[in-house]
């Protein structure tokens, strides 16, 4: 993500702030220009918006509630910003701590459309598409023990999110149990916009399925049996040198969904680590692992992103270990896992599949 500073002040900020820390201005987050801006109030209620002064805009009705902090325009019928219009469920807020558990789901959401937008793909809610457009369900397990709990997953554009899972010792619980080296919020939301997008992208359109099938496998196996092989029998043997995780080997959908959710992971952590300046310069590795983000990622190639992730994922994985914590990105990347994070790239960035093709021929 990129770095984002007071209009008012120049006190960095964070994505998530409502309030700058140093000058007390509102802050709002303006999808148009991918921009937070400073906010003074008008004595008639309004906002004034230091970064796009020319431009009326009010703050998402979910504002109030302080789950959200985007803006929409001053015109917006709706009200409802480009991450909270997608909303179809939200947690039981008379429930005492589902607001907090929503804050942290709101978070991770936003996050994740952030980089969606930033890609310019297509982001159809349910008014503009009944049958097939993007809606959430954040959902409680019933009240009920022998009612079976809320399942995590994608179907048909409505992607369920069981609330527990905003519990960090829950999921972490969760993450052990399953034997999971990385088990986030954000990773959850980018790893079911991935089925949403193979249903938008791939599914519906012959040639990349084609491609798809040949790259990832072929999509027809029947689901149901490859879950329960999956937890039967566990993932293959050397299994890392073809697949992003254990989880992506159980079907060629969820390697589709894994390997969308890295590609968006290494993206928006590279931009962020340009953001920062950041240049990786080891000084034993005799040139080795040296890379310097001064490129914006959401529209470099596929191979510049791999040449600077490799080096930013061991540094921040060296620095994790010495604070004593798991690594940052506790993942390989395969020759083959590569190839499958380009073919991402490519359905993300159309003109980029030409390039590969013609390099490819």
């Known amino acids: 993500m990129k770095l984002f500073s007071c209009q008012g002040c120049g006190q960095l900020l964070y994505f998530e702030n409502v309030l700058c820390e140093n000058c007390s201005r509102a802050l709002g987050y303006l999808t148009d220009i991918a921009e937070i801006s400073a906010l003074d109030r008008n004595e ?11 431009k009326a805009y ?32 939200i947690p039981d807020l008379t ?63 409505l992607i369920t ?14 993450r052990s149990e399953m034997g999971e080296p990385y088990r986030t919020l954000l990773g959850h939301f980018r790893h079911e916009i991935g089925h949403y997008f193979w249903d938008r992208l791939v599914a519906t359109n012959p040639d990349q399925l084609e491609e798809f099938r040949a790259l990832f496998g072929d999509d027809r196996q029947d689901y ?8 039967d029998e566990g993932a293959p043997a050397n299994w890392q040198d073809t697949y992003i995780s254990m989880y992506a080997t159980m ?54 992103l791999i040449d600077a992730w490799l080096p930013v994922e061991f540094a921040t994985n060296s620095m994790n270990r010495s604070m004593g914590l798991t690594d940052l990105y506790p993942f390989l990347l395969s020759p083959k896992v590569i190839e499958k994070l380009g073919y991402i790239h490519a359905l993300t960035h ?9 390099a490819a021929g």
Do not use: Q
């Open 161 to 174: 999110l069981a609330l527990k899972e905003a519990d960090d010792a829950t999921r972490e619980k969760v």
């Open 44 to 54: 008639d209620g309004s906002w004034s918006v230091l970064a796009a002064p020319e």
């Open 58 to 89: 009010k703050l998402c009705n979910n504002y109030n509630a302080g789950m959200c902090n985007w803006m929409v325009s001053a015109d917006d019928e709706a009200g409802f910003c480009a991450a909270c219009r997608h909303n179809r469920t």
């Open 350 to 358: 159309p003109a980029a599949k030409v390039i590969r093709l013609a």
């Open 251 to 304: 079907h060629p959908w969820e390697d589709f969904a894994e390997t969308w959710a890295h590609y968006l992971h290494i993206v928006d952590t590279l931009e962020t680590a340009g953001a920062f300046g950041l240049k990786v310069k080891p000084r034993r590795a005799r040139g080795a692992l040296a890379a310097a983000i001064d490129f914006d990622p959401y529209k470099a190639g596929m191979e510049r």
């Open 95 to 157: 429930v005492p701590g589902n607001d907090v558990l929503w804050r942290k789901i709101e978070t991770a959401k936003h996050r994740l459309f952030y980089s969606l937008l930033r890609l310019g793909l297509p982001l159809e809610n349910r008014a503009d598409d009944p049958e097939h457009g993007l809606a959430f369900d954040f959902l409680a397990d019933a009240p009920e023990t022998h009612a079976e709990g809320v399942m995590t997953g994608h179907d048909n554009g």
């Open 224 to 231: 149901g049996e490859a879950l329960k092989r999956h937890y």
